[in-house]
């Protein structure tokens, strides 16, 4: 099966800098990854997503990248907001199986 | 964009009892929906996925006896946890997708059970 984890539980970055959120797969088979972002009370929010074919994607101050030698994943969050201060879950499958989370990372972005 | 609505937000109930929670897509057809729990400072765990107008796929280890699942339309799923019990107290969300076996992209704002 998969698990999915983070390197740390928890993240500060001053705001205005960049932040990197980590995190480990380990089904070398997995094709597909989501990172969300959850704010405290509320469900998960779709970020960005890339499929194994790439290893690189970009959206609105976000990028995901993806390492499948290493089995590895990564967002970057750019010029960080007070808004961005939440937790982050990465999250991979395999074809039509179960998307499996990861266990999160706290973001706390620094005034 | 696609909004998933959940209701209610937060519930307290007395153990033994069942308590009703309902997961709406608002603005598309949910084909699929999944059902989450998710303990604090833990993760998402998929409890089950719904496919309109089919029995719901359990995960192993959930009962299905103890969390019914219902999803009878395109726009309404609905988990019922029967006899409720202190250790189900959790944070259910839940989310929908358009494609049947798609990925739940769109969630709802979850749950908060308590069972006292």
């Known amino acids: 099966g998969e698990s999915v984890g983070l390197h740390l539980p928890t993240l500060s970055v001053q705001e205005g800098d960049n932040s990197i959120i980590n995190c480990a797969y380990s089904n070398s088979a997995s094709d597909y990854f989501i990172w969300y972002k959850q704010e405290s009370g509320k469900g998960p929010q779709f970020i960005i997503d890339i499929r194994s074919n790439m290893d690189k994607r970009q959206g609105q101050r976000v990028t995901v990248l993806l390492n499948k030698t290493v089995k590895h994943l990564s967002l970057q969050i750019a010029a960080t907001q007070p808004g961005d201060s939440a937790v982050y879950f990465c999250a991979a499958k395999e074809g039509n199986e179960k998307l499996t989370f990861g266990t999160g990372t706290r973001l706390t972005i620094i005034p | 964009g696609a909004v998933v609505s959940q209701h209610p937000s937060r519930v307290i109930c007395k153990s033994g009892t069942s308590v009703k929670i309902e997961c709406r897509s608002l603005?598309?057809?949910?084909?699929?929906m999944f059902w989450y729990r998710q303990f604090p400072k833990q993760s998402l765990m998929l409890m089950a996925t719904?496919?309109?107008?089919?029995?719901?796929?359990?995960e192993q280890g959930v009962e299905k006896d103890k969390f019914l699942i219902n999803h009878a339309s395109l726009t309404l799923s609905t988990l019922t946890v029967t006899s409720a019990h202190p250790e189900d107290s959790s944070f259910y969300i839940c989310?929908?997708?358009?494609?049947?076996?798609?990925?739940?992209?769109?969630f709802g704002n979850g749950t908060r059970l308590t069972v006292t």
């Open positions: 603005d598309f057809q949910a084909t699929t």
């Open positions: 989310s929908a997708s358009r494609v049947e076996g798609g990925r739940p992209l769109h």
């Open positions: 719904s496919n309109e107008g089919s029995k719901a796929t359990y």
